[in-house]
């Protein structure tokens, strides 16, 4: 079955500390993997994603994710968090080909940073 | 291009009465897909559109819901008799189709969502 799991539900982190958010997926094939961000109340903001090619990739707001196919992860990273980033951050993945184009979602990791 | 607007951001109403949600896609974009979100939850899947025709809808979407595309542009999602359980966020996002990989294909862009409440 095709599944994305975020095993955090909740992670709390001080100003400044680096972050790594999990993401692992069970896909019958090499998926489209993304990462989005949503704020209270709002829609979801596309932080990165990875089609193909260098398996690490660079986001928006100083975010980074790397795609490892041996242990089908996908973990979000930033080096120093900032209290703006505090937010709910959903793991997606899709297909490559095909017509089903729905994305599968985790359940999402709640972020809190503290001052 | 403001992105993708969804009209309106709340609605409150009372169990049975119906309830539309309009969404306007980014203009080139001419997929468009509705998903609901609850609270603690990531998003479900509930239609999509390629240009005015319904490609795919989710068992989710039960007789009570209906989704329109006519001129292939803006949407909309139609609730009617509504349930306690329909309380939700609904997400409108929307993308351009194209090779796998093209640029900006299979990338979704989301509204701000349209939360709706049942009393």
């Known amino acids: 079955a095709q599944s994305v799991t975020q095993p955090d539900i909740h992670i709390t982190v001080s100003e400044g500390a680096s972050l790594e958010l999990r993401c692992n997926y069970s896909y019958g094939a090499t998926p489209y993997l993304f990462w989005y961000v949503q704020s209270p109340g709002q829609g979801l903001q596309l932080l990165l994603k990875y089609f193909s090619g260098d398996t690490l990739v660079q986001g928006i707001k100083g975010f980074e994710a790397e795609f490892k196919r041996s242990q089908s992860s996908f973990n979000l990273r930033k080096p120093s968090v900032h209290w703006s980033d505090a937010a709910e951050y959903f793991c997606a993945v899709g297909p490559n080909a095909g017509n089903n184009r729905k994305l599968i979602w985790g359940l999402g990791t709640s972020l809190a940073v503290n001052p | ?119």
């Open chain 2, 1 to 119: 291009d403001t992105g993708v607007s969804q009209d309106p951001r709340h609605k409150i109403t009372k169990r049975g009465q119906n309830v539309t949600f309009r969404c306007d896609p980014i203009s080139e974009h001419n997929r468009l897909y509705w998903y609901r979100q609850t609270l603690g939850q990531g998003p479900e899947f509930l239609t999509y559109f390629q240009n005015e025709a319904q490609l795919e809808k989710s068992r989710l979407l039960s007789d009570r819901f209906s989704a329109e595309r006519p001129k292939g542009s803006f949407s909309t999602l139609e609730i009617q008799r509504t349930e306690q359980g329909d309380s939700a966020m609904y997400l409108c996002a929307s993308s351009l189709a194209g090779a796998p990989g093209g640029s900006g294909a299979n990338v979704l862009t989301f509204g701000a969502g349209s939360r709706l409440t049942v009393l």
